[in-house]
């Protein structure tokens, strides 16, 4: 069974469960290097992660249009039939409202990239990422829409079962602490946990 997360974390994409690890070697490029207005906009673009399990995350960046150097954050998830991501996509999730992230400084924190790693130095630009009411969604063409559990759900048949997702309707409006982090074409969320910041999601720039 695959379940939302309740709390979206500081990259406001973790919208499945899972996060992916590993780490760069390459040479730590900061936002604030990009050039433009925004200390943001090095991290504007597409990026990915790795595949987990039928799963992969989406998250499309952009410059909001408002001239305040905040971001749109849009996050997807997408199911393949194979375990392995191969193949074509046979389910998409989302969300019903877009993400802002609104700058908040930089700091270097020590994060573990993987669960057995050691802490590694990251400069991190924090940022307050925050949504109004929405809802969680899921479309395509095998997707089922069914009561399993007395739990309204979302199922799509994978070449091991199926693949669900609850229907929790509405959720309220959200303000929460995180940050990114780039390596080269690694991007790295963080987000704040128990007065401490902890990885959410490594991606690569597709």
């Keep these: 069974m695959k379940t939302l997360l309740a709390v979206l974390a500081g990259s406001a994409a973790a919208l499945l469960t899972?996060?992916?690890?590993?780490?760069?070697?390459?040479?730590?490029?900061?936002?604030?290097?990009?050039g433009t207005t925004s200390p943001l906009a090095a991290?504007?673009?597409?990026?990915?992660?790795?595949?987990?399990d039928h799963d992969r995350q989406m998250l499309v960046i952009a410059l909001k249009n408002d001239g305040s150097g905040s971001l749109e954050l849009t996050p997807t998830g997408?199911?393949?039939f194979k375990a392995d991501c191969s193949g074509p996509v046979i389910a998409t999730d989302g969300m019903s409202a877009k993400i802002t992230g609104k700058?908040?400084?930089?700091?270097?924190?020590?994060?573990?990239?993987?669960?057995?790693?050691a802490a590694t130095s990251l400069r991190v630009d924090k940022f307050t990422s925050s949504v109004p009411?929405?809802?969680?969604?899921?479309?395509?063409?095998?997707?089922?829409?069914?009561?399993?559990?007395?739990?309204?759900?979302?199922?799509?048949d994978v070449d091991n079962g199926e693949s669900c997702l609850?229907?929790?309707?509405?959720?309220?409006?959200?303000?929460v602490p995180g940050g990114l982090s780039l390596r080269g074409n690694d991007l790295y969320s963080v987000v704040l946990d128990k007065g401490v910041?902890?990885?959410?999601m490594h991606y690569v720039k597709k």
């Design 133 to 156: 009411a929405y809802a969680f969604q899921r479309s395509g063409a095998t997707v089922k829409y069914v009561l399993r559990d007395n739990q309204q759900q979302w199922c799509v």
């Design 18 to 34: 899972g996060c992916g690890g590993g780490g760069g070697g390459s040479t730590q490029q900061l936002a604030g290097d990009s």
């Design 78 to 80: 997408e199911t393949y």
């Design 103 to 117: 700058p908040d400084g930089t700091a270097d924190m020590l994060i573990k990239l993987a669960e057995n790693a």
């Design 197 to 200: 910041y902890v990885l959410d």
């Design 43 to 52: 991290y504007i673009g597409t990026w990915q992660s790795a595949c987990d």
């Design 166 to 175: 609850w229907d929790e309707g509405m959720q309220p409006a959200l303000s």
